[in-house]
Nanobody, 119 residues
Framework: QVQLVESGGGLVQPGGSLRLSCAAS????????MRWYRQAPGKEREFVAT????????NYADSVKGRFTISRDNGKNTVYLQMNNVNPEDTAVYYC????????????WGQGTQVTVSS
């Protein structure tokens, strides 16, 4: 059974930090590109960050570049999103997504974790 379980969300003050985790099981994590997306109320889901299956390359949305860092631990089947210097515009439900690099089109989503930035 495929599972992606996000955790680490919560309430954080502007300028603060938060680390999200996404624990994967039921598929070959080391063969998957991993991405973080977010969806704010009333808005479409948007791309946040991506990391290749080996962790050798990352890319970010312009809105988070320089503040957020994506990383992964293939030994723990977990991907992380370190969020620094957050602002209210970062308030959203954050989702992780797995994309199999061999079987293109085989993708999985987590259930999301809420991040609220407010004083």
């Amino acid at each position: 059974q495929v599972q992606l379980v996000e955790s680490g969300g919560g309430l954080v003050q502007p300028g603060g930090s938060l680390r999200l985790s996404c624990a994967a099981s039921g598929f070959t994590f080391s063969r998957s590109t991993m991405r973080w997306y977010r969806q704010a109320p009333g808005k479409e889901r948007e791309f946040v960050a991506t990391i290749t299956n080996t962790g050798g390359s990352t890319n970010y949305a312009d809105s988070v570049k320089g503040r957020f860092t994506i990383s992964r631990d293939n030994g723990k089947n977990t991907v992380y999103l370190q969020m620094n210097n957050v602002n209210p515009e970062d308030t959203a439900v954050y989702y992780c997504k797995a994309l199999d690099v061999v079987f293109v089109g085989r993708n999985y989503w987590g259930q999301g974790t809420q991040v609220t930035v407010s004083s």
